[in-house]
């Protein structure tokens, strides 16, 4: 079910055309304005970082309130550098996990964010990957690996390539990435106990021999200042290292970074 945060996520019906006569798929997307989704969308938010189950015992001995060790702890600064630009980066990450898991209806692990060592720090890996599986029981050939890169500016400034460089970053995963974001999501599964995400992972572990079908994806989440189609358009994706499966995707968002910051907030409940 599409959860309600997402239902202002629309495809745009015609999208841009490359330099390189490719085509960017754009999508609206309009935030939600009721302060109940806000606040479902926000304890989603909150879920990727700490579980409902971990919070009360990560707490346990700290003498701090939930706000005070979430803010302190698990989420990215506010203010602080790097922070913001992680929030920012982060939030697109989410927004767009959402988009595979339930418009694209793919399995995405989400357990990376809680492994941070440090609260203002991208993960390293992969940004997103998302799987489809014809029979989880058994490999199958037209099983589906996706691995997508995402770039975002909320900040009101203008474009600043970050479509170009979703695509430059993304041609590293197949041949770089892949491999260590499979195996930390596997000894992440393994640790937790769950033998069945194990092996799902472990099924696409060996390509060469269990081989499956392997989509790229370059996206970019900007705020309307940043939305500047002449410029997207400049981007170049011929020599990405699985250029003939690259989907490129802009998401242009009516939002900025106040809102980001309110659901952080709001995670806080």
Request: glycine share 6%; aromatic share 12%; with cysteine.
């Given at each position: ?8 996520l629309h495809l745009r019906s015609a999208g841009l055309i490359t330099v390189e006569g ?28 700490c579980t409902d189950q971990e919070l009360p015992e990560l707490l346990s001995g700290t ?207």
């Open positions: 079910m599409l959860p309600d945060h997402l239902k202002g490719r085509t960017i798929n754009v999508w609206e997307f309009s935030p939600p304005t009721d302060p109940a989704i806000l606040d479902s969308w926000a304890l989603h938010f909150r879920r990727q970082y003498g701090m309130t939930i706000e005070q060790y979430l803010n302190a702890h698990i989420f990215p600064d506010k203010v602080k550098a790097p922070g913001p630009s992680i929030r920012s980066g982060d939030f697109a990450e989410f927004l767009i996990s959402d988009y595979l898991e339930f418009t694209l209806n793919l399995w995405v692990p989400r357990g990376k964010y809680a492994d941070k060592a440090s609260n203002n720090e991208s993960v390293k890996g992969v940004d997103i990957i998302g799987f489809h599986q014809l029979d989880i029981a058994t490999p199958n050939r037209g099983d589906a690996l996706y691995a997508f890169e995402v770039k975002a500016s909320l900040s009101g400034s203008i474009y600043g390539g970050q479509l170009q460089n979703a695509v430059d970053d993304g041609s590293n995963d197949q041949h770089i990435r892949q491999a260590f974001t499979l195996n930390a999501t596997k000894r992440r599964y393994l640790r937790e106990g769950k033998t069945l995400e194990v092996s799902r992972i472990a099924r696409f572990q060996n390509p060469a021999d269990n081989p499956y079908k392997y989509y790229s994806g370059a996206v970019a989440v900007l705020c309307y200042t940043a939305f500047n189609e002449e410029e997207l358009a400049k981007t170049l994706a011929d020599t990405h290292s699985n250029e003939a499966e690259l989907y490129l995707m802009v998401v242009r968002a009516d939002l900025q970074m106040k809102l980001v910051h309110e659901l952080y907030e709001r995670a806080c409940k």
